[in-house]
């Protein structure tokens, strides 16, 4: 019992020690007057650091006063950099301006008290990685289970039609889309959330996997002829495929870039200010919109002159036609929420509203 009692008393002791040891190892830099000024003289290249020590502090307790230094020390700076930081970074500014204004404690009732510390969310979709790639839904919950049964549903019907009236089964290269999709958001969410800023070309190879190929290669797969399978698998994509996967994800940027700063998420227009510190937000929208006609060109030429692509003609043509249907989205508005009543009108009169003339309103049907 004796010896018990000493044994634990030690124990305790060696668990303050390594408590004060780290406790002076991470915050030796406030104590550093040297390093401290120049931490304070280059406030904005240390931003992300202040943003992230500042985050940590939040687990203190009760006695820890060299982490209440370094609260108040990166505090300090990160409320300089709010007031007059580069606003070129600005969706960094946002995440700091929102660090700063709400308290953690209240931010409990929507689910973000441990957004930053544990990356809850991206675990869940790391875990959510792993289901889809087997593709069996049965250990998800939350979003992702949402996600994955709408995704699934979609896939099987597809997959129903095509054996029906092609008589082959093309269950599994839907899956590879669904799978490469869901990782493709991973990545961006990783990066969201760790504030890690990638290349412009990083991005883009990332982020061009979007809604476009999930719509167009399931769609040339019901055409005669048909699409390959093995033009189905993410790195055997035709050039056409990739070129309106880029012209999809290019036009999200340049309508949403406003929005997705808001909420911290990086795009192209974002990127290149970050490139390009001299660049105002005029010319990396103009820089885009560059790139996007470009990208426009190539497709366009793809689609019609034979022999620059091994995709089908009518595959190629069904290409070029869900290029002008995603331009229409886009330029039907400048948001793609739920509020936007103006791009439901576009989708209605592209697809589901029958045609209506004269004063009569009479409905023109085949």
Same mark, same amino acid.
């Given at each position: 019992?004796?010896?018990?009692?000493?044994?634990?008393?030690?124990?305790?002791?060696?668990?303050?020690?390594?408590?004060?040891?780290?406790?002076?190892?991470?915050?030796?830099?406030?104590?550093? #007057?040297?390093?401290?000024?120049?931490?304070?003289?280059?406030?904005?290249?240390?931003?992300?650091?202040?943003?992230?020590?500042?985050?940590?502090?939040?687990?203190?307790?009760?006695?820890?006063? #060299?982490?209440?230094?370094?609260?108040?020390?990166?505090?300090?700076?990160?409320?300089?950099?709010?007031? #007059?930081?580069?606003?070129?970074?600005?969706?960094?500014?946002?995440?700091?301006?929102?660090?700063?204004?709400?308290?953690?404690?209240?931010?409990?009732?929507?689910?973000?008290?441990?957004?930053?510390?544990?990356?809850?969310?991206?675990?869940?979709?790391?875990?959510?990685?792993?289901?889809?790639?087997?593709?069996?839904?049965?250990?998800?919950?939350?979003?992702?289970?949402?996600?994955?049964?709408?995704?699934?549903?979609?896939?099987? #019907?597809?997959?129903?039609?095509?054996?029906?009236?092609?008589?082959?089964?093309?269950?599994?290269?839907?899956?590879?889309?669904?799978?490469?999709?869901?990782?493709?958001?991973?990545?961006?969410?990783?990066?969201?959330?760790?504030?890690?800023?990638?290349?412009?070309?990083?991005?883009?190879?990332?982020?061009?996997?979007?809604?476009?190929?999930?719509?167009?290669?399931?769609?040339?797969?019901?055409?005669?002829?048909?699409?390959?399978?093995?033009?189905?698998?993410?790195?055997?994509?035709?050039?056409?495929?990739?070129?309106?996967?880029?012209?999809?994800?290019?036009?999200?940027?340049?309508?949403?870039?406003?929005?997705?700063?808001?909420?911290?998420?990086?795009?192209?227009?974002?990127?290149?200010?970050?490139?390009?510190?001299?660049?105002?937000?005029?010319?990396?929208?103009?820089?885009?919109?560059?790139?996007?006609?470009?990208?426009?060109?190539?497709?366009?030429?793809?689609?019609?002159?034979?022999?620059?692509?091994?995709?089908?003609?009518?595959?190629?043509?069904?290409?070029?036609?869900?290029?002008?249907?995603?331009?229409?989205?886009?330029?039907?508005?400048?948001?793609?929420?739920?509020?936007?009543?103006?791009?439901?009108?576009?989708?209605?009169?592209?697809?589901?509203?029958?045609?209506?003339?004269?004063?009569?309103?009479?409905?023109?049907?085949?």
């Amino acid at each position: 019992m004796v010896y018990n009692k000493k044994e634990k008393g030690k124990e305790r002791e060696r668990k303050g020690w390594v408590g004060c040891l780290t406790e002076r190892r991470f915050c030796w830099f406030s104590n550093d #007057e040297k390093v401290g000024g120049h931490i304070e003289k280059n406030f904005e290249f240390f931003s992300s650091v202040m943003l992230n020590v500042h985050r940590a502090t939040d687990l203190m307790f009760s006695r820890e006063y #060299e982490l209440e230094e370094a609260r108040s020390f990166s505090r300090k700076l990160l409320e300089k950099y709010a007031s #007059e930081g580069n606003g070129e970074r600005s969706f960094l500014k946002t995440m700091i301006k929102h660090e700063l204004s709400v308290p953690r404690i209240a931010r409990l009732d929507h689910l973000e008290h441990r957004m930053w510390i544990e990356d809850k969310d991206i675990n869940s979709l790391w875990a959510g990685k792993t289901s889809f790639h087997r593709w069996d839904g049965k250990s998800l919950n939350g979003h992702c289970k949402a996600i994955f049964g709408i995704l699934d549903d979609l896939e099987k #019907e597809i997959a129903a039609k095509h054996l029906h009236s092609q008589g082959s089964d093309i269950t599994n290269h839907l899956q590879h889309l669904g799978y490469e999709t869901f990782v493709s958001w991973l990545v961006e969410a990783k990066w969201s959330r760790s504030q890690c800023v990638p290349s412009m070309e990083e991005y883009l190879a990332i982020g061009m996997t979007s809604v476009a190929h999930t719509i167009v290669l399931p769609l040339s797969c019901f055409l005669t002829p048909s699409i390959r399978n093995h033009q189905l698998q993410p790195n055997q994509y035709e050039t056409p495929t990739k070129l309106l996967m880029f012209i999809t994800r290019l036009s999200n940027d340049i309508q949403r870039y406003q929005e997705e700063e808001e909420q911290g998420k990086l795009n192209t227009v974002l990127l290149y200010l970050n490139e390009n510190p001299k660049a105002d937000i005029e010319d990396s929208i103009a820089y885009v919109k560059g790139m996007l006609e470009t990208k426009k060109k190539e497709l366009l030429q793809h689609a019609v002159i034979d022999g620059l692509s091994d995709l089908p003609k009518h595959c190629k043509q069904l290409h070029l036609s869900c290029l002008k249907v995603f331009a229409m989205f886009f330029h039907s508005s400048n948001r793609c929420d739920k509020e936007d009543t103006e791009m439901l009108k576009g989708i209605q009169q592209a697809i589901c509203s029958p045609l209506l003339v004269g004063r009569t309103s009479k409905v023109l049907t085949n």
